[in-house]
């Protein structure tokens, strides 16, 4: 079955004053549909046409070697955006709580130490990309991708991303990123990224 663009779990602005509601539209509408419908032309016809996405990143390098950067840049764009919006919610951020909590005190130091480095992984990303919590295997680690690349494709799990591609913040922030990273903190939500946790831990 051909990928879709998920309905948003919330209101378009009901992340404001964080993130607004225009750019909201304008990233879940037209950028998240245009990566489904070219990652859904790409698999077409092939063995991963309907496939989970997870299963398909996670094995890019089984697709004809004609398909896999198209795959790689609009399969993991529906990817890394199905993960986003779910990792948001209105009234979120503040702290986890629980096994969470406690191994991200274990991996980083302190909560604040773990967004610092979230905060620092997403500004030094040149051009577009993503900065990560995944777990690794082993443990919690900090991780940037760049374009739409998702950890996935490395072997690791994503547990939260935050989108620093110029579309996701631009028309409110311009180009302060390290502003629209800090405003980000303000909308996660956790539960669902304790839930992500839970699965893998």
């Not at 604040?112 to 919690?140: C, I, M, N, R």
């Amino acid at each position: 079955m051909a990928y879709s663009v998920p309905d948003l779990p919330y209101a378009y602005d009901a992340l404001e004053p964080h993130i607004d509601e225009a750019t909201m539209r304008v990233h879940h509408d037209k950028h998240h549909q245009a990566y489904v419908d070219k990652a859904n032309a790409a698999l077409e016809g092939t063995e991963y046409d309907g496939k989970p996405i997870e299963e398909v990143i996670a094995n890019l390098g089984s697709l004809p070697s004609d398909k896999q950067t198209a795959v790689r840049n609009n399969g993991g764009g529906h990817l890394n955006h199905s993960l986003f919006w779910e990792s948001m919610k209105p009234g979120g951020g503040g702290e986890p709580t629980g096994p969470l909590a406690e191994a991200i005190t274990a991996a980083f130091g302190s909560f604040d130490d773990f967004k610092a480095k979230v905060k620092e992984t997403g500004v030094a990303q040149f051009g577009s990309g993503w900065a990560w919590l995944v777990h690794d295997g082993s443990g919690l680690a900090v991780v940037g991708t760049a374009n739409q690349d998702n950890p996935i494709a490395d072997g690791q799990t994503p547990l939260v991303g935050v989108d620093v591609w110029e579309h996701a913040y631009y028309l409110k922030y311009q180009n302060k990123r390290p502003d629209y990273i800090d405003a980000w903190f303000n909308t996660v939500n956790w539960d669902k990224v304790s839930e992500r946790y839970s699965a893998v831990a």
